[in-house]
C-alpha cells in the first residue's frame, strides 16, 4: 500500500477511535458514577473520583408544603446544570442526613445533575402516607418556580424505597405531571397492600414468566422473591398498629416499635451504638400489656414468621388509599425510571415487573433489575458487564 493510503488509512481508523471515545464518555461519566457510589479501594476508585467535579453543599433551608415546612437542601455542580432532580429518602430517621443519600446526592452532582433533596416529615417517623405525597407534589411545584433549579421548567423526581412509589405517584398528579422530566424510582413498590402481604409472608400471586419479564425489565432473568426481611414486617406493624391492638396501646406500641427502628438504622452504622437502644426498645415492649407485649416480642426476637401471622388477619379486608400505590394512582406522563435489587427483600423485586407492566402503554418506562443491588443501594463488587449495563441505565436517567 503506497504510504499516502497508508496514512490515510491510519488517519481514519484514528479519526474513528476519537468519535468511539467521544460517543462513550457520557456511559464512562455513568460508570465513573457508579464506582464511586460503591466506594471501592485502588486504582478503579481512584480514577472514578478524578472523573466527578466539584460540588457545592449548599445550607439546609425550610421548602413551603401544605402540611408544614419541609426541611431541603441543594447540592450544585461546578458547572451549570441542565436538569435539577428531587431526590426523596427512603424510610430513615435521619432524612435528608442520611449518610447514603448525602453520598448518593454529592456523586450525582459530580456528574453535572443538580439535586434538591427533600424530607418528608412522616418518612422520618417510618410512615408511609398520603401526606407525603401531598409534600413531594409540593416539592415539584416549589422547585419549578425557581429559575436556578428549572430553567426550563421542568423538575426529575426520585425516590427510594418506599419512597421511591410515592414519588412516581406524586409525578403523576395532574397539577404537577406536565412540570416533570424524569420520575424514578429504586426499590420502590407497585401496590403497597401486595408488599405488606409479602412481608406477612403470604403469597405473591402470579409473576410474568421470565419471556414475559424479560420484555418488561432488563436482568429480569436475576430476579427472585426471597423471603422477607424482619425490617419490613416491623414497618408495616407500626403502620397498622391502630388496628392491630386497643386503642389505649396504641401510642406506646409505637413508641417501642419506632425505637427498634431507629436502633436498625443506627445498627448499619455503628452496631455498638445500637445495642442499648436496642434493648430499651426491648424493656418497654416487656412493659406493655398484651397484645402489645406479645407484638414487641415477636419484634425484638426478629421472629418474621410470628409476626407475619399477627398481621396476616388485617391484611384481607385492608383498603389503602390509591395515592399509596402508583399501580392504582394516575400514571406520570414523563419517562420513568425504575431500578431494583434483584433479590430485595424489603420490597421484592416483581414489584417493579408489575409497575413496568402498568407504565409501559402510558409511558416510556427503562427497567433495570440488578444483582448488584440490595435495598434501593449499591454495594457489592460489580461485575463489568453488568455495571456497563448499569452505566447505560443511569446515562439515559442524566440526559434527561
Not at 496514512?7 to 476519537?18: C, T
Not at 414497618?235 to 386497643?246: G, S
Request: net charge positive; proline share 8%; charged share 20%.
Amino acid at each position: 500500500m503506497p504510504r499516502a493510503s497508508r496514512f490515510l488509512v491510519l488517519a481514519a481508523l484514528a479519526a474513528a477511535s476519537i468519535v468511539g471515545v467521544w460517543c462513550c464518555l457520557p456511559r464512562l461519566s455513568a460508570m465513573a458514577f457508579i464506582v464511586r457510589v460503591a466506594k471501592p479501594e485502588g486504582t478503579l476508585g481512584r480514577l472514578a473520583r478524578l472523573a466527578g467535579g466539584k460540588v457545592s453543599e449548599e445550607p439546609i433551608f425550610t421548602l413551603p408544603a401544605r402540611h408544614g415546612p419541609m426541611p431541603a437542601r441543594t447540592y450544585r455542580p461546578a458547572r451549570q446544570a441542565r436538569r435539577t432532580t428531587i431526590l426523596v429518602p427512603g424510610i430513615h430517621m435521619d432524612g435528608i442526613a442520611e449518610e447514603r443519600l448525602v453520598g448518593l446526592a454529592k456523586e450525582l452532582a459530580a456528574t453535572g445533575l443538580q439535586v434538591l433533596t427533600v424530607a418528608p416529615p412522616d418518612l422520618t417517623r417510618y410512615r408511609i402516607t398520603t401526606d407525603t405525597v401531598d409534600e413531594l407534589e409540593d416539592a415539584i411545584a416549589w422547585a419549578v418556580g425557581e429559575p436556578d433549579l428549572a430553567p426550563d421548567g421542568k423538575v426529575g423526581i426520585t425516590g427510594f424505597s418506599f419512597s421511591g412509589g410515592l414519588a412516581l405517584v406524586a409525578a403523576g398528579r395532574p397539577a404537577v405531571r406536565d412540570k416533570v422530566a424524569f420520575a424514578s424510582s429504586f426499590g420502590g413498590h407497585a401496590d403497597l397492600l401486595r408488599v405488606l402481604r409479602y412481608l406477612c409472608g403470604q403469597d405473591l400471586g402470579p409473576t410474568p414468566s421470565t419471556a414475559q419479564a424479560r420484555v418488561l425489565v432488563q436482568g429480569a432473568e436475576h430476579i427472585h422473591i426471597p423471603k422477607p426481611h424482619d425490617y419490613g414486617g416491623v414497618v408495616a406493624l407500626l403502620n397498622l398498629a391502630d388496628r392491630v391492638v386497643p386503642q389505649a396501646q396504641v401510642a406506646a406500641l409505637a413508641e417501642a416499635v419506632t425505637l427498634f427502628l431507629q436502633a436498625s438504622s443506627i445498627d448499619r452504622v455503628d452496631p455498638a451504638k445500637s445495642q442499648p437502644v436496642f434493648a430499651q426498645a426491648r424493656r418497654l415492649g416487656e412493659g406493655m400489656p398484651k397484645p402489645s407485649r406479645t407484638l414487641m416480642k415477636y419484634v425484638s426476637d426478629r421472629d418474621v414468621a410470628k409476626l407475619g401471622e399477627a398481621l396476616a388477619p388485617l391484611l384481607a379486608g385492608l383498603d389503602l388509599p390509591a395515592d399509596l400505590s402508583p399501580e392504582r394512582a394516575p400514571a406520570p406522563t414523563a419517562p420513568v425510571f425504575l431500578l431494583h435489587g434483584a433479590d430485595d427483600s424489603v420490597v421484592p423485586a416483581t414489584e417493579m415487573l408489575s409497575l413496568a407492566r402498568k407504565l409501559r402503554s402510558e409511558t416510556r418506562v427503562r427497567a433495570f433489575g440488578s444483582r448488584l443491588i440490595t435495598h434501593a443501594e449499591v454495594n457489592r463488587q460489580a461485575a463489568l458487564a453488568e455495571m456497563w449495563q448499569l452505566a447505560g441505565f443511569w446515562q439515559d436517567l442524566m440526559s434527561r
